[in-house]
């Protein structure tokens, strides 16, 4: 299913039956055992789960973001246009790029709220009420120690049997980020009425803010800002 830019009374009953709901994202999950410090300024991460809009409003609520850019990843660089994504033909996933300071967030907290609210890990190829490989759960690590720190930290997960069903996150390599169209960029923030954001979205930002306070921000650090 994809958005459009209006949504039928259907497809809102769709997305309130099938998106995360504000109960369901309720629950703290173990830090991550493995993850290394970082002595530099900033470092970037880039996650896939699901639509970029809700991806992209949560993640500029954490304390110490300092930039999220809504974009594809996944695929070529000629092939990172939304037309192009959801047909489902180019590999891309909806992506967002994370910018951070890592000595007040580091990327093994990022992948803890990134499990636990921001999207289902055990949904194949899928998230709420949108279907298709570009709305899949995956990481693309930026560095050799993101790739390392994600494959021990859905190990740890696993094993520790938190999730009813196997979690399906991909991990692999970043080859390249592209930013996606203006009118994608901080969709959340500028549109927090539209139904999509209301069903899907929205219940993922409160459950940020219920389950992890600590790290919950409410100003956004917002793309129009800069």
């Known amino acids: 299913m994809k958005r459009a830019p209006l949504l039928a009374a259907a497809t809102v009953l769709i997305a309130f039956a099938a998106g995360a ?36 409003g949560l993640f500029e609520h954490v304390k110490g973001v300092t930039r999220v850019v ?6 070529l660089k000629s092939t990172a246009t939304y037309p192009q994504v959801t047909t489902e033909t180019t590999g891309h996933a909806e992506s967002v790029q994370i910018t951070f ?44 120690d993101q790739q390392k720190t994600a494959l021990a930290y859905i190990a740890q997960l696993q ?33 927090p009425t539209y139904p999509y954001i209301v069903y899907n979205d929205l219940p993922k930002l409160a459950a940020l803010k219920t389950v992890w306070p600590q790290y919950y921000r409410a100003d956004p650090v917002l793309m129009a800002a800069r």
């Open 21 to 56: 709901r504000a109960d369901d994202l309720d629950k703290q999950i173990p830090a991550a055992t493995l993850d290394p410090a970082n002595s530099a300024a900033s470092e970037t991460a880039v996650f896939a789960g699901g639509c970029f809009w809700g991806q992209q």
């Open 70 to 75: 809504a974009g594809y990843s996944g695929g």
């Open 101 to 144: 300071d890592p000595k007040q967030v580091s990327f093994g907290r990022l992948l803890q709220i990134y499990f636990s609210v921001a999207h289902d890990p055990t949904e194949l190829n899928r998230q709420g009420p949108d279907e298709g490989t570009s709305y899949r759960s995956e990481i693309f690590a930026a560095t050799p």
């Open 159 to 191: 094993a520790a049997h938190i999730f009813p069903s196997a979690i399906v996150t991909k991990v692999e390599p970043l080859k390249g980020f592209y930013p996606a169209e203006a009118y994608h960029q901080d969709f959340l923030a500028h549109n």
